[in-house]
Structures are given as C-alpha cells and as structure tokens.
C-alpha cells in the first residue's frame, strides 16, 4: 500500500490594498519576498513559494529594489518562486470579459518575461467564479484551476448517492464552462490556511496534524493531500524545514513534502481512480444559506464600478478598436501605451479594491488611477479620430463652406442613434488671446443645414456653445493656443456602420423652418415600437407594440435600511420598504425634438437620516451582521428625486437618467421595473456568457436578499414578450417574484463599516454626494429575430464618438467599416491587434445554448485568416466558403478568436 503523500505549500495571499493602502501593503511585501530570498539561499529545504498567481507582486516589489531583478529572474527559472497566470487577481464579476483576458495576456507576458509561467489557473480568495473561467483557461493552456470558493464540499459518504449541482463529494473536481470544456479543479475545501504556522514541536505538531488532517481526508480523492502553508498577508514560515522533518517522524506511514502547485496536480491527475464530480458553469455558492456569498461587494461604492465601466468601455470599446481603424489607415499601433492603460485600470482590478470592501483611504486611491487610465485612453481616442479624419476624403463638400465631422460607431453592428457634436465655426490663433475671445464674441452665428457625405438633409438643432479656448499640439513645433466660437449640434445618426464612421458636415444656408413630428403624446411620448406614459406617481406604462405587451408602473424606487457593512447587505429587522410610487411627482417635458423627446420627473422621499446609535455599538463591538438589532432612525430627510426618460425616434427603449443627492446613512436604494411576464427564469450578462438563472434560489438559501451579479444587463422572457433592463456600472440586481417578477436594480448601498476580521470604520462608504446613474429598459417580441434586444443593451455602454474634420482630399471613403459579418446570437467582445505584433484579433462569443453560424466577409487589407485563442496563438488557417466569406461553426457558448494577417 502506497504512502498517502502530503503536499505543503509555502504561499502568501497577497492583497495589494484592503485594510492599509498599498504602500502599507507593499513594505510587507518587500520583507516577505527578501525573506524567501535569503530561505533559497540558506536552506536547500525550503524549496519554494507560490507568489499568489499574479505578477504584479514582482513589478511592486522591483519599484522597491530593481537591484534584485537578476536574483528574480534565476529563483523563478530554478523553480523556486512560482508566477502567474495572472498579472493581478481579479475580481472575475466585476471585470469585464476582455478585461480579465487582457489580465491573463499581461500575467503571461510578465511571468515568462521573469522566467516562467506557472500553468495553474488561481483563484484563492474570489467573491464567486465566472462560469466561462474553464473555457478561458483552458484556451490559455492551464493545467488545472484552483479556487476557493463556489462549490460546497460534501466529503464521500455511501449514503449520498449523488451530490447536487454545485456540490462535490470531494476537493477535486472537473469544472467545466456551459459550452463543454473543462479542467480539473481544486477546492480550498479547508480554506488556503489550513497548513498556515505548522509547529516544529512533536507535542504541538501532533495535536495539529491529528485534527488538519482529519479534515483534508474527508474530501480528499487521492493519495494526495494539499496544505497552504500560509494566509492573507502570511510571513513565510522560516522554520517550515524542521516542522516536515517533525511530521515524518510523527506520521512515518505517510510522506511530508514541501511541494508547488505543478508537482502536485501531476500526482492528482496521474493517481486519480475515483469518478468525480462535474460542476458546470458559474460558482456562485448557490447551494448555501446565501450569507457568505459577499455578492452585495457589487452594490458597495457604486460609484467605483461606473468609473470601472467607463474605463473598460474606453479602453475595449473605444481605444482599441480606432487604434485599429487608425492603423488599417497607416497610422501605428499603439501596443505599449495601450498596454499601460490596462495595467493602470487593472490595479484597480483585485477583489478588495473594484469591490469596494477595503478602507476609504485604499478607494480613494482607486479613483486617481481610474482618472489616470482614463486620460490615456482619451488621449488614445483623439490621436486615433484625428488621423483618421485628416485622411478621409471630404471633397464632396469643396465646392462650398463647409465644416464637416464624422461620427464613429465602434460597436459590431450597425447603430442608429442621437448624438451632440461641438464644432468650431471659426478659430482665432495668436498670442492676444484677449482680443480674440472679444472678436469671437461679436461673431454672428450663420443659419445652417446638416447633411450626410451624400447632400441628404438630415434634421438637427444647434445650439451656440459661446467661446472657448483650446489649443494644438503640433509634432513639429510648439502649442498652437486659439479661441473659437462654437456650436453644439444633435441630431439622429442613422445606420453608422459597424466598427465604422460616418461624414455629415454643417452647411451655411438659411432653410424654411418646419414643423417637425414630434414623439410627444400627453403625459408621455411614442415612436413606432413603443409607446409611454408617466402616471401621477412618478411611475411609467410601456406599450411595447412589437409583442403586443402592456407594462403596468414600472420604474419606481424603494429604499431600505442597511445596518451592514461593504460585504454584506442586512435589512434591519421589520423594516419596511419606503417606495416612491406612495408620493405624487410633477412632471415637464424638457426636450420635443424630431430625434427624441425627453420628460424630467421630480420626486421627494422622506428617508430616515441613518440607522440608530445602536448600530455604532455594534460595528465597534464586531457584532455579527444577522445578529445586529439596530433598527432605522426616527428623523427622516427629503430625497429629492429628478429622473429624466428619453424615447428615441428609431429607439428600441426607453433611456433613463436618475440624480440624487444622497445626504443619508445605512440605507439601500434601488429602482424597481415589474415585468409582469410568466416565468420562473431569467438571463443575465456575466463574463462572455448570457447566464440562465433561477428567479428563486435553492432551498437552502436563508439569506432574505436574494441579490446577483450582472455585467450590462438582465431580463427574462416568456413564450411571447420579453424585457431588457440594461444599466452602466449597476452591478446589482435582484428578482423579486412576489411583486410581479420585477427586477430590482441597485442604485445606491451606503454603509458604514468594511466588517469582516476587525473594525474598520468608512465614512465615506456612505456617499453623501450627488449620485447619477444610468439605465435602459428595452422590452421586445420573442418572435423578433431580426431585433437582437441585446444588441441594445451591449450598445446603452459604448457612446459613438465624433471628431471635427475639415474638406480635403482622402485615401479613405466617407462612410466605412472594417469589419462585415453576419451571425445570430453571436456578440462581438473585442477587436485590437495582436499583443506586440501587427495581425488584428477580433473575438466573438456564442450567447446561445444553439449551435451557430459566424460569417465573416473576406478583406483586400487582410492575407489570411486563422483560428486563435484568448492568448492570441495561431492555430488553424480558416478556408472560404466562396470567395467573399468565411462560415465558421460556433458551438454553443463558444469563445471564438479569430486573427487576421494584414496585408
């Protein structure tokens, strides 16, 4: 009979911020990693040490001592540290899809740049796992995930004939992704603690052993058992040699290694007898009692998130994708700079940070690296716009004064849609800036037409925006400062191509002025597909003509008090809902336009001012939140409402903006949209996935929130209708089945504590400010196929762009796109050229449980085309069809990156 075999592992948790600030934080890190330095050099025992699968801790670490880089380098490639794959540890819900790629992409370029990679897909300390991970990480070629939360151990018992969706009966598993593939996975089933501080004294080693073992057993699969000799913010165990040499003389029945992550899922795979247990699709701890799920992490500091979407939407949908329209143009890629920017924004990736749940100092930080990362992408923007519109042909407009723009639409498909674009109708450049701004001043505005490259006339409005200063930043010689009057024009573009621009110009020529149809009806507006009315209570009636459905008040707001902290949402006991729709709102129409009409609906609530004085007690006190008795206080403050809703000419939803300033306390507040619609289902957006969920959770679940996660939107959908309900940065939602299905989104959680292991006080968790947020509720015909709903709502996150060009003479056309292609429930996630190199990498994802049909249209800029991966390898070269497209078969759920060698 063999020896069962116990593999200890020397590691550290590293949270670069989340009780002390990161430089707090990195002085730590700067003295664990010089103290593993000095074990490799004085002890041939202590063979290694998993540096928490991020590369980021090398980069903080060599800021500090770039001396030690060389003796870096040689630990890693003697196998003795271990890194990657990731360059931070992210929080895999609240970072988009391209996001985490991007981490992996950067993870791996760093660890091999130090030396090696280490395969091993790591997840420690996730707030839950995103159901693709297994699929990404399988495409990135990982030998197993490790993770440490999602799925609930039960331990092998006979008596169990089966374990439930997310359980397993041991601490290995298979995990696989919704579209099949898989990877073995490994539970931190006793946490990645349960070898931390092994005692060198036989006395003392026994009474440890006895009981840690005994734990690991119960789940154990193999012959194999897996210690973490460490925790969050873990000193390394310098005596950890003579605490193994203490075990083998206690225990010589079995075998005590300090071993790696890589030796030990070799001695797993290559041992493995037992069937074991298949979880699919996202960890979520869905099988629990719902308390320690940490999901209300996405509604704490919701305005870190919105920074977060904005970021990620400049950076994935902006950025990149001109970047490569401006270099299929001539213009170079900008690799390095992008580079930066991500890892800028990525810093703001780990758990503690985007989920809000570290101290105020820490999110205070958070948002100058958000500004940061986004001034570069801004700056990435103009530079891209710019060339392109310095090399598109105008000549249709020379033959008379013209001021010519074009509006960029960086979404995969074709959109329609109401955009503002500020052009300068004269420019004054000179020193006497004074004289200039008087001389713009007295300018007179000239009456003008708008119209596309082809002379259509397109309706608009124009606003005179004054003077402004500005100024140029030449190449070749020094800032050019002006003064230049202004317009502001907004109007419908209409059909942008996909991954495209579009020219329109200004044309001075006095018109005959018309009356326009207008969308306005009394007390609402309406257009071909919808129809809307607002009530007296502040609440709206939708008519979505296309399903023939009627949504009866819908858009109403509920507060409620939250005597929790930024992990956990806990409603004091008896608390009722304060809802809006109990109050009369006043109502005016602000804007009546050919292109859209818009409503401003003011209302007041009467919120209590905080909890009571019994909650302070008991977060000094570390009181455990569901045994908290605070309740709300008695003194209540007016929130002043004001919600603007839009309806579109050609819009498919309803757009509304809600401000607020929020001068409360420990309270939740939400928007509440009633769908009425029969089902017991709904769907989510996460990570390259259309998530199909429950709308109640299993029977286990205690917790009396039932809150999720959503990246872009959530809706649901019975046999004839359906609604979207997309938002930008609310990561929160919830279904509430007792009031007509509704879905619940979070607006705003104001708490006061960070909670978990001591007492961390964060005033300003509370956010006493002004608050805006955005959202749009799209409903739909489940007949419509030729109306993707979640076209819409992927497109509510990326404006269209628009940049002043002037008339002159082009290599490129007025109208373009770069990229046609055709594929029903398959959603375009990204587009940039391949990392370091020059061949453009476009990736799609199938959001459907159906096998599916991508056709992409061959392009004279393009030599070749291939099949990739999410680490951007080429694989197999792609053959046409005919000779105008390529049809690649997408397997359900599918992530499918393609490559294209430029010409």
């Keep these: ?232 913010h873990q000193p390394v165990q310098k005596d950890l040699a003579e605490a193994i040499a203490t075990a083998n003389r206690l225990y010589p029945d079995m075998e005590f290694i300090h071993s790696n992550f890589s030796h030990y899922v070799k001695c797993v795979k290559e041992s493995q007898t037992n069937q074991l247990s298949v979880v699919t699709g996202e960890l979520t701890s869905q099988m629990t009692d719902g308390w320690n799920t940490l999901v209300n992490t996405t509604s704490s500091r919701v305005y870190l998130k919105q920074l977060n979407r904005e970021n990620e939407a400049a950076l994935a949908n902006l950025a990149e994708p001109l970047a490569v329209l401006a270099a299929d143009a001539g213009f170079r ?106 001389q713009m ?194 003194n209540l403050l007016p929130l002043e409402i004001i919600t603007y809703i839009s309806l579109e000419k050609n819009g498919r939803g309803i757009k509304v903006k809600t401000e607020f300033e929020n001068r409360m306390k420990d309270h939740r507040f939400r928007v509440i949209i009633p769908t009425g619609l029969e089902t017991d289902r709904h769907f989510t957006d996460s990570v390259f996935e259309v998530v199909d969920r429950p709308n109640r959770h299993y029977e286990e679940w205690e917790n009396p929130s039932g809150c999720e996660h959503q990246q872009c939107f959530t809706g649901m959908k019975d046999e004839k209708a359906g609604i979207v309900a997309a938002n930008f940065g609310l990561y929160e939602y919830e279904i509430l089945p007792e009031q007509n299905n509704a879905i619940a989104i979070t607006l705003l959680r104001a708490v006061g504590e960070l909670g978990d292991w001591g007492v961390f006080l964060t005033p300003y968790a509370q956010i006493q400010k002004k608050c805006t947020v955005s959202f749009e509720i799209i409903p739909f015909s489940v007949k419509d196929r030729k109306n993707d709903p979640l076209v819409e709502a992927y497109q509510f996150q990326v404006p269209m762009n628009t940049c002043q060009i002037f008339v002159h003479n082009g290599v490129l056309p007025p109208e373009h796109s770069s990229l046609e292609w055709e594929g029903e429930g398959i959603y375009l996630t990204g587009i940039k050229y391949k990392q370091n190199e020059n061949d453009r990498i476009i990736r799609f994802v199938n959001g459907t449980n159906q096998v599916r049909n991508l056709k992409l249209k061959k392009s004279d800029r393009v030599n070749s085309y291939y099949r990739s991966n999410v680490i951007e390898e080429h694989l197999d070269e792609l053959t046409a069809e005919n000779q105008e497209w390529y049809d690649i078969t997408v397997n359900p759920y599918e992530i499918v990156t393609i490559g294209m060698e430029n010409s």
């Design 333 to 438: 890629y900008p690799h390095e700079t992008i580079k930066y920017a991500w890892k800028k924004l990525m810093q703001n990736h780990p758990h503690d940070s985007i989920c809000g749940c570290s101290t105020d100092e820490v999110h205070k930080d958070m948002e100058t690296r958000f500004h940061n990362s986004l001034q570069v992408s801004e700056c990435l923007i103009n530079d891209s716009m710019y060339y392109i519109g310095n090399n598109i042909d105008t000549s249709c407009f020379k033959d008379r004064e013209a001021y010519p723009f074009t509006v960029f639409n960086t979404t995969g498909w074709k959109r329609t849609g109401v955009v503002s674009v500020l052009i300068d109708v004269d420019r004054i450049y000179g020193q006497n800036m004074t004289a200039s701004y008087h």
């Design 1 to 232: 009979m063999s020896k069962k075999v116990v593999h200890i592992i020397s590691h550290s948790h590293w949270d670069r911020e989340w009780y002390m600030p990161f430089e707090k934080h990195r002085l730590k890190l700067v003295d664990l990693i010089d103290d593993c330095l000095e074990l490799f050099e004085q002890s041939e025992e202590f063979k290694s040490f998993h540096l928490d699968g991020q590369s980021i801790i090398l980069d903080d670490y060599l800021e500090v001592k770039p001396d030690k880089m060389e003796m870096i380098k040689k630990n890693i490639l003697a196998d003795k540290f271990y890194i990657g794959p990731w360059y931070i540890l992210q929080d895999e819900f609240l970072t988009s899809g391209e996001s985490n790629i991007r981490n992996l992409l950067i993870g791996i370029e760093e660890a091999n740049k130090y030396g090696k990679l280490c395969k091993i897909g790591y997840f420690p300390d996730a707030f839950g796992n995103a159901g693709q991970m297994p699929q990404i990480l399988k495409q990135a070629g990982m030998e197993a995930v490790i993770f440490g939360r999602g799925v609930k151990p039960v331990g092998f018992n006979n008596s169990v004939p089966e374990t439930g969706e997310y359980e397993s009966f041991y601490s290995e598993m298979r995990w696989n992704a919704p579209d099949g593939s898989g990877l073995l996975g490994i539970l931190f089933a006793n946490w990645y603690n349960n070898g931390a501080e092994i005692p060198v004294k036989e006395a003392e080693a026994k009474k440890f052993w006895d009981k840690r073992l005994q734990d690991v057993l119960r789940f154990a699969s193999t012959d194999h058992l897996l210690f973490m000799n460490g925790c969050d």
């Design 441 to 634: 001043k007295e300018l007179p505005i000239k009456d003008f037409v708008l119209e596309d490259h082809l002379g259509d006339r397109i309706s608009f409005t124009i606003k005179d925006s004054g003077v402004r200063f500005g100024y140029d930043l030449p190449e070749d010689k020094f800032r050019q400062p002006y003064m230049a009057r202004s317009v502001t024009v907004t109007f419908e573009a209409k059909d942008v191509p996909a991954l495209g621009y579009k020219v329109y110009a200004l044309v001075p020529q006095k018109e005959d002025i018309t009356k326009q149809n207008s969308l306005v009806i009394p007390d609402g507006f309406e257009n071909s597909y919808l129809k809307a009315t607002i009530n007296s209570d502040g609440t709206l009636n939708l008519l979505d003509k296309t399903s023939d459905k009627y949504y009866e008040q819908i858009c109403y707001y509920e507060d409620t008090g939250d005597i929790g902290n930024e992990y956990i949402y806990r409603q004091p006991e008896g608390d009722k809902a304060i809802l809006s729709k109990n109050s009369i709102c006043r109502f005016e129409l602000t804007e009546d336009e050919t292109y859209r009409a818009t409503y401003k609906i003011t209302q007041v609530m009467e919120i209590p001012e905080s909890a009571d004085d019994t909650l302070y007690e008991e977060q000094i006190s570390m009181t455990n939140v569901k045994l908290r008795k605070a309740k709300r206080s008695i």
